[in-house]
């Protein structure tokens, strides 16, 4: 089974900044195309920002220039720097691990940001 441990979550106020972290395992990170979705309260999941193995990046427009993510391949570990954080921002943040081929999917158990205005 696929495990994806997240971490990092949290309170802050608006303008501020969290980094958010999710580990695999070595042959996960090593195949998978890793994801950050977000979730707020009464709207669907979407996609925050994603980076495949080969390094490419996609973004949701409305944290371009302000959010970035990379992985670091001695720790297994993607990371999502969340900077000039907006009250908007605040969701159930969950890591995704995808198959660049079959699309499997696997998810994280969710982080909680709540940016205060």
């Known amino acids: 089974q696929v495990q994806l441990v997240e971490s990092g979550g949290g309170l802050v106020q608006a303008g501020g900044s969290l980094k958010l972290s999710c580990a695999a395992s070595?042959?996960?990170?090593?195949?998978?195309?890793m994801a950050w979705y977000r979730q707020a309260p009464g709207k669907q999941r979407e996609l925050v920002a994603s980076i495949t193995t080969s390094g490419s990046r996609d973004w949701a427009d409305s944290v371009k220039g302000r959010f970035t993510i990379y992985r670091d391949s001695t720790k297994n570990t993607v990371f999502l720097q969340m900077n000039s954080l907006k009250p908007e921002d605040t969701a159930v943040y969950y890591c995704?691990?995808?198959?660049?081929?079959?699309?499997?999917?696997?998810w994280g158990q969710g982080t909680q940001v709540t940016v205060s205005s």
């Open positions: 995704s691990a995808r198959h660049p081929l079959t699309q499997n999917n696997y």
């Open positions: 070595r042959v996960i990170f090593s195949i998978y195309t």
